[in-house]
Nanobody, 124 residues
Framework: QSQFVESGGGLVQPGGSLRLSCAAS????????VAWYRQAPGKDREGLLC????????DYSLAVEGRFTISRDDAKNTAYLQMNSLRPEDTAVYLC?????????????????WGQGTQVTVSS
C-alpha cells in the first residue's frame, strides 16, 4: 500500500519552529511532486506548499508564505516542511500527499497516498 508517514509534530510556543517529515512508503518519491496540506478542526483541508521532482517549490497559501519552506531528499524517500514563526492559527493536523500533475495545476483531487497526518499545536 502506497502512503506517507508524517512525523515531527508536537506542542510549540508561538514564535517557535518545527520540522515535519513525511516518509514515502511503498513507492518511490522521486517520481512524484509532493505537497503539504493541513486541516484544522471544522475547516477544509488547506494546501500549503508543493515541491516538484525538479526541486521547485510552489506556494499554495499566503498564510504561510515566508514562514514555511518545503524540501525533499529523494535518497531518503522523504519530504520535509520547515515551519518558523509559528502562530496559534497554524494549529492543525499536517499531512502530505503526492501527485504526478504539475504543482501549479494540481488540485487536492489530484493528490493521493495521503498519510494519517501529524498534529501541530501552537500555544503558550
Amino acid at each position: 500500500q502506497s502512503q506517507f508517514v508524517e512525523s515531527g509534530g508536537g506542542l510549540v510556543q508561538p514564535g517557535g519552529s518545527l520540522r515535519l517529515s513525511c516518509a514515502a512508503s511503498g513507492f518511490t518519491l522521486g517520481y512524484y511532486n509532493v505537497a503539504w496540506y493541513r486541516q484544522a478542526p471544522g475547516k477544509d483541508r488547506e494546501g500549503l506548499l508543493c515541491i516538484s521532482t525538479a526541486d521547485t517549490s510552489t506556494d499554495y497559501s499566503l498564510a504561510v508564505e515566508g514562514r514555511f519552506t518545503i524540501s525533499r531528499d529523494d535518497a531518503k524517500n522523504t519530504a520535509y516542511l520547515q515551519m518558523n514563526s509559528l502562530r496559534p492559527e497554524d494549529t492543525a493536523v499536517y499531512l502530505c500527499a503526492a501527485t504526478r500533475s504539475p504543482c501549479l495545476q494540481a488540485t487536492i483531487h489530484d493528490f493521493g497516498s495521503w498519510g494519517q497526518g501529524t498534529q501541530v499545536t501552537v500555544s503558550s
